[in-house]
């Protein structure tokens, strides 16, 4: 009896004291590795060319005299051509996140909480309309002919062709295309989407940017918050529907709230990603919608990297995506990928 | 992802929304769904069968335009057998005992498998057909491996891309679990760990690129003292082949070790208690705890974690393009590096045939993992 009620008061996390040592130490060590490289991106930020070409110097003041040169460079002299980028990725980051996340919340939980029956016929239609109005609108004829073709095709076949076929398609295989569009490898279809904004005279526009951003990062929102929503207790939602309210009501007024903390760490984790794109944007822009990661690989010079720049540039890169992880800290404990527990 | 349903939400609420009745709320489930699938089939279906098409052409600037020539399967067979093959597909050396070994034992795996479903109770001509499918594809890209990678030869960009992927989310994987069983211990400081080691994943793959060419810069990086007395100034350890690939792989863990660091955290905060409180009672130890209890409840969030982060390694393009430039030669290039250079080449067929290439072998192994591995862990959880 009495083992058992020590054994019991024994919390699950004490740690003897040589392990707690080693844990630290262990811990220690990856943070300095983590750290370091950032360490030595300050640093050089604060080195004239000189003085990074001339070897390793590590600490400030002792090693080398600190400028301020290269903030001074890339802030003022090259001013515009560092506020526009930043503007740029500020706009396209925020607005192709946020569209993101509402899209893709509201797409996963349809497939949580409502059953999709289509059958193959009234997606190949569909596919037959879609495929019609991007025919139309790459041949530049004006977009709303486009969507009225294409939506004629898609009823006319579905109330014709597609009757007869009785194969269908269930939430499963929906949330298994979705997730497998992330195996498509954006060298594959950047260039007919480099044409696409060609023929729309989207390119190098935030409009382009925020367009391709939103369809190649739906995926992982529908994933994470796909399985956010099947730990969100449907009670509520099931006396919200008896009391007579709408499924969008019941999605806008009590599922998303409950929803804040994985709604919160899905959009810090799609807009990293959107912040920091790299090829569809080399590809999608030239100089107006330019974004930060394309003016970081622009400080790679004819003599080289200049990597004081750079290191300017990448910090105040990061900035910003840091302070927000700092803020919201507690929801990416809580919040991030809680769904991933459940596979 | 597919694996699993959550049938309760189904049942119950099929039965609430019958009650509300018709209206606009009928078609709530096409208004909740369809935006997405729209946007997702234009930027996917679309592309990928015109990439599909470029793949089949030669495609030239001419005045006012560009021209395609349908050439058929011409840039594919360019990249298995023509002029491309040693830059695809590796150089294979000739076959020495250790890898005589490697292959013999991974062969007879693979039959020992396919032996083990087909006298199982449970097959159908399906499961069979795509384990066979399975098998076969491994077995090519095994012996590619092997016979480029342990021999003489030279491995080519496939092969190349393979081992980044393999080793990167490997690491990755053990180092993340590590990581966060050390920050869930009940320890000061954890909130400070939390967020320094996230910090890695938030930083344009381009910049991790260049950062770590300074790192690991011989004359004038951080490591000079090192270098200094291992006598490797002089050399850029980028000029060595394995040097170069070990280069990109430092770099591709350091960034995304946090990625599956984060997931396995969420994971391990969120099991319930009353198991582990459980074991402890009954006398178990921390070893036994993790085997028994933490790593088969956890399994599940891995295999996500593992599928998302093999998915996106085999895109790996800024580390070796920025940090190496592919070189030596082509030895540290990936297939979306692959692809680009021939891009910048103009040789806009081929570049689309090296990336469908990419997009099956993906398609493969994310498909493959996802039937045999992922599924049965799923469904066991």
């Known amino acids: 009896m009495a083992i058992i009620r020590r054994s019991q008061s024994v919390s699950v996390n004490t ?25 030595w991106l300050a640093v050089t930020s604060l080195k004239t060319p000189i003085e990074v070409n001339a070897g390793p110097f590590y600490v400030p003041w002792r090693d080398f005299q600190p400028t301020l040169d290269s903030w001074h460079y890339i802030f003022v002299d090259l001013g515009e051509d560092t506020f526009r980028p930043y503007l740029n990725t500020v706009v396209v980051g925020l607005t192709s996140t946020a569209i993101t996340v509402i899209l893709g919340s509201m797409a996963a939980y349809g497939l949580v909480r409502m059953r999709y029956r289509v059958t193959l016929g009234a997606v190949l239609s569909f596919v037959a309309g879609l495929a019609l109005a991007v025919g139309v609108i790459v041949a530049h004829l004006p977009w709303p002919v486009g969507l009225g073709a294409g939506f004629a095709l898609f009823l006319l076949l579905l109330n014709t062709v597609a009757r007869r076929s009785k194969r269908g398609v269930g939430n499963d295989d929906i949330a298994f295309w979705m997730i497998s569009q992330r195996m498509l490898p954006p060298v594959a279809v950047v ?51 008896i009391d007579g309210a709408s499924p969008y009501r019941i999605f806008r007024s009590i599922v998303l709230p409950l929803a804040v903390p994985g709604l919160v760490a899905t959009f810090l984790f799609v807009l990293v990603f959107a912040w920091n794109e790299y090829l569809i944007a080399l590809f999608l822009t030239s100089a107006n919608a330019q974004t930060l ?28 995506v840091i302070a927000m992880a700092i803020a919201l800290e507690r929801f990416i404990a809580r919040g991030l990928l809680v769904g991933a527990v459940k596979g | 992802m597919s694996g699993y349903v959550s049938t309760r939400g189904f049942r119950l609420t099929r039965s609430s929304w019958r009650s509300l009745g018709a209206g606009l709320d009928r078609y709530a489930g096409a208004v909740f769904i369809l935006p997405a699938v729209i946007v997702i089939l234009g930027f996917s279906i679309f592309p990928l069968l015109a990439s599909l098409y470029v793949s089949l052409t030669r495609l030239q600037f001419a005045a006012g335009g ?30 020495n005992p250790v890898s005589i070994v490697v292959l013999a034992a991974g062969y007879g795996l693979l039959g020992w498998l396919l032996y083990r479903y087909v006298r199982s109770a449970s097959r159908t001509p399906g499961g069979l057909i795509g384990r066979l499918v399975v098998v076969l594809g491994a077995g090519v890209l095994l012996w590619l491996v092997v016979s480029t990678v342990m021999t003489s030869g030279r491995p080519g960009t496939v092969v190349v891309t393979l081992v980044y992927v393999g080793v990167d989310v490997s ?33 344009t793959p381009v910049g991790v690129a260049y950062l770590f060419q300074m790192l690991t810069n011989t004359s004038i990086g951080p490591l000079y003292p090192l270098w200094v007395r291992l006598g490797l100034t002089d050399v850029s350890w980028v000029t060595n082949p394995w040097g170069a690939r070990l280069a990109v792989m430092i770099g591709d863990v350091w960034q995304w070790t946090p990625f599956i660091f984060i997931i396995l955290l969420a994971a391990i905060e969120s099991l319930p208690h009353e198991l582990v409180e459980a074991a402890v009672v009954d006398g178990a130890n921390r070893w036994q ?83 045999l591995f992922r599924r049965r862990v799923t469904a066991m959880a």
């Open chain 1, 15 to 39: 740690i003897s004291f040589p392990m707690m040592v080693v844990s630290y130490l262990l811990l220690l060590a990856w943070a300095f590795i983590v750290l370091f490289p950032l360490y």
């Open chain 1, 191 to 241: 260039i007919p989407i480099y044409i696409f904004f060609q023929q729309l005279e989207l390119l190098d526009t935030w409009g382009a940017l925020i367009i391709a951003y939103v369809a190649s990062h739906l995926p992982i929102v529908v994933w994470l918050m796909r399985d956010y929503f099947q730990s969100v207790p449907i009670e509520l939602e099931e006396s919200a529907a």
């Open chain 1, 293 to 320: 990661p394309l003016t970081v690989a622009a400080q790679n010079a004819t003599r080289g990297p200049q990597w004081w720049y750079m290191s300017v540039l990448i910090l105040i890169m990061i900035g910003p």
């Open chain 2, 66 to 95: 560009v021209e395609l020539k349908f050439v058929g399967f011409n840039n594919y067979a360019k990249l298995l057998v023509g002029i491309d093959h040693e830059h695809f597909l590796g150089l294979a050396g000739p076959l």
């Open chain 2, 171 to 203: 690491v990755q994987y053990l180092l993340g679990l590590g990581l966060a069983l050390l920050v869930v211990q009940h320890l000061p400081g954890r909130r400070f760990f939390r967020v320094v080691f996230l910090l890695p994943m938030m930083i």
């Open chain 2, 289 to 371: 705890i993790f085997w028994r209890v933490t790593f088969p409840l956890i399994l599940p969030a891995s295999s996500t974690v593992v599928l998302i982060r093999l998915i996106e390694g085999f895109k790996i393009v800024d580390l070796p393009n920025v940090l190496t430039n592919g070189g030596p030669g082509t030895a540290t290039e990936s297939l979306t590096l692959h692809a680009y250079t021939i891009w910048r080449a103009l040789d806009i067929g081929g570049s689309a045939a090296v990336a469908y290439m990419l997009l099956i072998v993906v398609t493969f192994v994310g498909v493959s993992y996802v039937n």
